[in-house]
């Protein structure tokens, strides 16, 4: 009754008028007889002759006044009754399921029976509406032809429900050979449900914590064919031992929604409804009844049972339309347009509010209906058709057909109207899903495949076609899709293809792999994403999926590939050449962190350790902290290098006051920002040392210098007087032997001309060093600009005599030399001993060939002198510009011009090269600094 006041039901109306005691003695009766029915196993019966008093009306309560929800609602109470009962009757599994399954068998049977009856009652409430029905109708009564053709009509929504109601009757006829077989041939699914991995699930945790732990280590130990079959398998070994998680797909809502329900109702669910997809992809509707196994506080084991409810659902769904007149309209027509049966909720308030009380209305009344007035009347006029047609906010699908007496004359019209404004609004965001889906797919280019055959022809879009290079009207199959794939990537796509095809891959397909385009002939790479679908026994009936040119994304990722193989390979030469430096070499962030250094701080934190991280007073300490700050900030601030040197004292690491050279470097960013500071230090204890003594040392050989030059210039200036007067005195004795007639000896003669030539080599030599004492003293002529190729002819004039003697031929090629700015007195010296030296030190073999060549660039005017003469070893080159050092002997020298030519171009600011190879001849070139005039030409 409370149930009936809720959903306000007929039942409601006639105890609406009686004591709440007689409403219980009533209901009492009823539960007493109901009970002892049972008792004596005459419930069948009963319920029959309960049905019969129904339909005869001999009931207390008026047969209008009971509907099927009324009898469903009485069912579920009765049935909880005895359910309630069940745990108290036994605890044996088995028979406790029978019992349930009797007990549902019992109010199947008896829903089965309610609804015929209530189809019967039905039946005579319109048979004895249609007796006072206007002549006009009685005319179409008469039509027995018109009269079935208008209850196809009627009907037409209830062909599945009395096509599900006799299969359910056979089913109740077989229900006793079932109840035998139950456990292996149940109609419904049973099963029992263990814990894995834990002792059981304690109920005073919280409910989705309770959930989760099922969910999770729920697994199924029991269960029947049918249970495993209801979820898509063919074999109880295919269920057993699996997880729940992996049997039960919930599709509508989430397994918490389900278990909670479970948990909340004290671990025994009854009743409940759940959409599930099994194993085939299907979804079904189950009616689940679940009774847990509690123990020492905690949840062991369930069991329960599971009743596949798709078609009743789908019937119920159609019969629910009929019975509270919802979703559907259902009228006739009379020959003259009015309306003589009309049922209907969202029917107009014009047909059921009509003022004149005769409940009919004609067509042209329904002024803001004119679409379904029109319909109508195509159908008065003998048409039948169907039509979508919209009646206010909803989209109906009307079915109007004619109604013909026996003379085939139209004497009505019947219409059928299906409220399908769900579906037009689910089609309606199909079709607008299928639009975003496709502008999807195109915008990341991706190719559709759908394959039901895999030796048979696929279906590719044209772009899947495309990324094989393929035209868009090729055929394509298996063999035309493997021959696509590189050679090389082959075997393995086809493994991967057939192993998703066996099943055996856990995931769907997503393979990678190399094409040649079979008409472009361009290598592409590609991948492939899909999914099959299996049978019951595990045979694939479809494989869909898509596929994706990703040959840029393959160049991007070698590209990165390489990148990073290179930063690698740069990280690891950074590391190798920082480490090898001897120096402390780190990088500190803004905030004064470290995050790198190199090994040369192992010297400082030898025992392991950790820098990385570190702020710069952690590492040079507190106390030395404010003088590296205040670089370290100057360098960030002013984004320029900061050297300074600090005392390092470490005894316990070797550094007694060491002192380090410190240089912070900004790392400078492309906006400007300092990113980081890279530090240095280098130790230069050593080499502090090292300028100590060299500057000591330098000190030391300036005087030695001085001394020396001191010595060439009192040497050149104190011997010229003594060999000038022994000249004189060898030179007045001859003349005196001469006059007093005094005859010499060839022997004597011999020893006059060797002191002359003794004499004669040692004025070239005091010559040689006055030269050397005015360059060491700085005794140079003014510089001027000079023209270089009038001081080589005057030079090459002075020694014309020693040209011939030599035989040698002089090639100048100075045209366009420009003027040097030099000492004259200097450039001439130096053009003289290069000429002597390669006049002196010719080859005997050939004759002697000396080219001199003038060239320009942008710092020297660069004069070259080229010999085909004896040429020296490569080795002793260095040796040849060392004072008084001759590489030959067989020629006269004092080995002293060579060190004249390279002191003067070292006074100023140039230099010399020299080639040489022994046998071939040297060159010689001297590089005379330009001046700004140069310059500017």
């Known amino acids: 009754m409370e149930a009936s006041q809720d959903n306000q039901l007929p039942l409601l109306k006639f105890f609406k008028k009686h004591t709440l005691e007689e409403k219980f003695n009533i209901t009492k009766r009823y539960i007493v007889e109901y009970l002892q029915n049972f008792?004596?196993?005459?419930?069948?019966?009963?319920?029959?002759?309960?049905?019969?008093?129904?339909?005869?009306?001999?009931?207390?309560?008026p047969r209008t006044g009971v509907s099927p929800v009324d009898m469903a609602l009485l069912e579920k109470g009765r049935k909880s009754i005895l359910l309630k009962f069940l745990p108290l009757y036994t605890k044996n599994l088995k028979k406790a399921l029978e019992i349930v399954n009797e007990i549902e068998n019992f109010y199947s049977f008896q829903s089965v029976k309610a609804i015929e009856y209530f189809s019967d009652i039905q039946n005579e409430e319109i048979l004895r509406k249609n007796q006072e029905l206007t002549h006009a109708y009685e005319q179409l009564k008469e039509s027995n032809e018109e009269l079935v053709r208008t209850e196809e009509l009627l009907k037409e929504s209830n062909d599945n429900l009395e096509d599900i109601i006799r299969a359910r009757t056979a089913q109740i006829l077989e229900s006793e050979e079932r109840y035998k077989a139950f456990i292996n041939q149940s109609s419904e699914g049973i099963w029992r449900l263990e814990l894995n991995g834990i002792d059981g699930i304690p109920v005073d945790l919280p409910v989705a914590k309770q959930i989760e732990l099922l969910y999770s280590f729920g697994y199924f130990a029991e269960c029947n064919v049918r249970m495993a079959k209801m979820h898509g398998y063919e074999d109880v070994s295919a269920v057993l031992d699996k997880k729940l998680q992996d049997i039960m797909s919930f599709a509508n809502f989430s397994p918490y929604g389900y278990f909670n329900s479970f948990i909340e109702s004290g671990y025994n669910l009854t009743d409940a409804e759940s959409l599930e997809i099994n194993n085939e992809g299907r979804i079904v509707y189950i009616l689940n009844n679940i009774q847990g196994v509690v123990e020492n506080g905690k949840l062991v084991r369930a069991w329960g049972t599971q009743r596949d409810i798709t078609d009743e659902k789908n019937t119920?769904?159609?019969?629910?339309?009929?019975?509270?007149?919802?979703?559907?309209?259902?009228?006739?027509?009379?020959?003259?347009?009015?309306?003589?049966?009309?049922?209907?909720n969202t029917l107009m308030p014009d047909i059921r509010?009509?003022?004149?009380?005769?409940?009919?209305?004609?067509?042209?009344?329904?002024?803001?209906?004119?679409?379904?007035?029109?319909?109508?009347?195509r159908a008065l006029e003998g048409e039948a058709f169907a039509k979508i047609i919209k009646i206010g906010d909803k989209s109906f699908e009307a079915h109007f057909s004619p109604l013909k007496d026996y003379m085939g004359k139209v004497t009505g019209a019947v219409n059928v109207a299906i409220d399908i404004t769900d579906r037009v609004t689910i089609e309606k965001k199909l079709l607008e899903s299928e639009d975003r889906l496709r502008l999807s797919i195109e915008a990341a280019d991706l190719g559709i495949w759908d394959i039901t055959d895999l030796s048979g022809e696929f279906v590719w879009d044209e772009r899947s076609k495309r990324f094989f290079g393929l035209s868009k009207n090729a055929k394509v199959n298996y063999e035309v899709f493997l021959n696509g794939i590189y050679l090389e990537d082959r075997a393995y796509v086809k493994s991967a293809i057939e192993a998703t095809l066996r099943g055996e891959r856990k995931d769907d397909i997503d393979v990678e792999f190399r094409t040649i385009g079979y008409e472009d002939r361009l290598l592409r790479w590609i991948r492939i994403r899909g999914k099959v679908f299996f049978k019951g026994k595990g045979e694939p009936f479809r494989f869909i999926g898509t596929s994706q040119d990703i040959t840029n994304k393959k160049v991007q990722e070698n590209e990165l590939k390489t990148l990073a193989d290179k930063l690698s390979e740069s990280q690891y030469r950074l590391n190798l050449i920082t480490n090898a430096v001897p120096a402390f070499i780190s990088y500190i962030t803004p905030d004064k962190k470290y995050i790198f250094t190199n090994n040369y701080y192992k010297r400082l934190f030898p025992h392991?350790?950790?820098?990385?991280?570190?702020s710069i007073s952690d590492v040079v300490g507190v106390e030395n902290s404010a003088i590296f700050y205040a670089h370290f900030e100057k360098a960030i601030r002013e984004k320029r290098n900061i050297t300074f040197d600090y005392v390092l004292n470490k005894e316990e690491v070797g550094f007694n006051n060491s002192?380090?050279?410190?240089?912070?470097?900004?790392?400078?960013?492309?906006?400007?920002?300092?990113?980081?500071?890279?530090?240095?230090?280098?130790?230069?204890?050593e080499s502090i040392r090292y300028e100590r003594d060299l500057e000591k040392k330098n000190k030391e050989l300036s005087k030695i210098n001085n001394d020396l030059d001191n010595f060439i210039y009192t040497a050149s200036h104190d011997l010229k007087a003594p060999v000038t007067n022994i000249e004189g005195l060898v030179s007045s004795l001859v003349e005196t032997l001469e006059e007093s007639n005094c005859t010499l000896s060839e022997e004597t003669k011999l020893v006059v001309s060797l002191i002359k030539d003794s004499v004669g080599r040692f004025q070239v030599t005091i010559k040689d060093l006055s030269e050397i004492g005015k360059i060491q003293k700085n005794f140079v002529e003014d510089v001027s600009y000079i023209n270089v190729k009038e001081i080589i002819e005057e030079t090459e004039l002075s020694i014309e005599n020693k040209i011939q003697e030599a035989n040698a031929e002089i090639v100048l090629d100075i045209n366009d030399c420009p003027?040097?700015?030099?000492?004259?007195?200097?450039?001439?010296?130096?053009?003289?001993?290069?000429?002597?030296?390669?006049?002196?030190?010719?080859?005997?073999?050939?004759?002697?060939?000396?080219?001199?060549?003038?060239?320009?660039?942008?710092?020297?005017?660069?004069?070259e002198f080229k010999d085909n003469g004896l040429g020296m070893k490569e080795h002793l080159k260095s040796r040849i510009f060392q004072m008084f050092k001759r590489l030959h002997d067989h020629v006269e020298g004092t080995g002293v011009g060579l060190y004249l030519v390279k002191k003067i171009i070292d006074n100023s600011g140039g230099k010399i090269e020299v080639e040489t190879k022994e046998g071939e001849g040297s060159v010689f070139r001297i590089f005379f600094r330009n001046s700004p005039y140069i310059l500017s030409v």
Not at 42 to 61: H, N, P, R, S
Not at 356 to 377: T, V
């Open 316 to 344: 119920e769904e159609r019969l629910r339309y009929v019975v509270n007149n919802a979703p559907i309209i259902i009228w006739s027509l009379d020959k003259a347009g009015n309306v003589v049966l009309a049922e209907g």
């Open 608 to 614: 392991g350790e950790v820098i990385i991280g570190k």
């Open 819 to 863: 003027s040097i700015s030099f000492s004259r007195s200097n450039f001439r010296s130096v053009v003289y001993n290069l000429l002597t030296n390669a006049l002196k030190y010719r080859s005997p073999e050939r004759k002697s060939r000396i080219t001199i060549k003038c060239t320009v660039d942008r710092d020297y005017s660069i004069l």
């Open 39 to 61: 008792i004596e196993g005459t419930a069948v019966d009963g319920i029959i002759a309960g049905l019969e008093e129904w339909k005869e009306d001999k009931l207390v309560i």
């Open 353 to 377: 509010d009509n003022e004149n009380g005769s409940g009919k209305i004609s067509l042209k009344e329904l002024k803001y209906l004119p679409e379904l007035s029109a319909s109508a009347m």
């Open 659 to 685: 002192n380090i050279r410190i240089t912070y470097i900004p790392d400078i960013d492309e906006n400007g920002k300092v990113r980081g500071v890279v530090a240095m230090g280098l130790d230069i204890t």
